[in-house]
């Protein structure tokens, strides 16, 4: 396990919340740990049928799964092993994994902006990649598996630095 260290978010307390409105949602903010491993997989937009016929063999809520079509690739993420138990050879321009996928439970309206910022940063600090994936209502990150630990103790510091009593401005 890789541990984290942490560099302006969390060590110096700079502001880490917007508002207060952004500091009550991380202070109700749940954090999901998705069980299974992911890949993010890219497609030729020509192969799309490919990546949609990945997609149907997840089981919804058991697994995340996402997919992102645009003029450059299908992308997907997808759990490792669908990936890794696929019967027939698949083309695909790239393929990262495996990842681990964390869930920020919490209901977002679309009007709200710089909920995600206070991980963003301190994963940034912490050295830790993420993709990002935000859905209408509830926000994803994926990092490397490796990153995992140390990912769930910088979000877990950066939720009880949002349930202590410090204030921050509007």
């Known amino acids: 396990m890789r541990k984290a260290k942490f560099g302006k978010c969390l060590e110096e307390g700079l502001e880490l919340f917007r508002n207060d409105t952004i500091r009550g949602l991380w202070k109700s903010s749940r954090l999901i ?13 020509k192969d799309r049928a490919n990546a949609l016929e990945l997609v149907a063999r997840v089981r919804p809520v058991d697994h995340y799964v996402s997919i992102i079509c645009d003029q450059h690739e299908v992308a ?15 083309n695909c321009l790239d393929s990262h994994g495996p990842l681990a996928c964390l869930t920020f439970d919490v209901p977002l309206d679309i009007e709200v902006a ?4 206070p991980a963003v940063n301190c994963l940034a600090d912490a050295g830790i990649s993420i993709v990002p994936q935000c859905a209408l209502i509830y926000d994803h990150v994926l990092i490397n598996e490796k990153d995992r630990d140390a990912a769930i103790f910088a979000l877990t510091e950066l939720r009880q630095k949002a349930l202590s009593d410090e204030t921050y401005p509007n």
């Open 33 to 45: 740990v998705w069980p299974d491993l992911y890949r993010m997989v890219s497609f030729d937009p």
């Open 114 to 117: 710089g909920y995600l910022q």
């Open 76 to 90: 997907v993420i997808l759990p490792d092993a669908i990936w890794n138990d696929k019967n027939t050879s698949v």
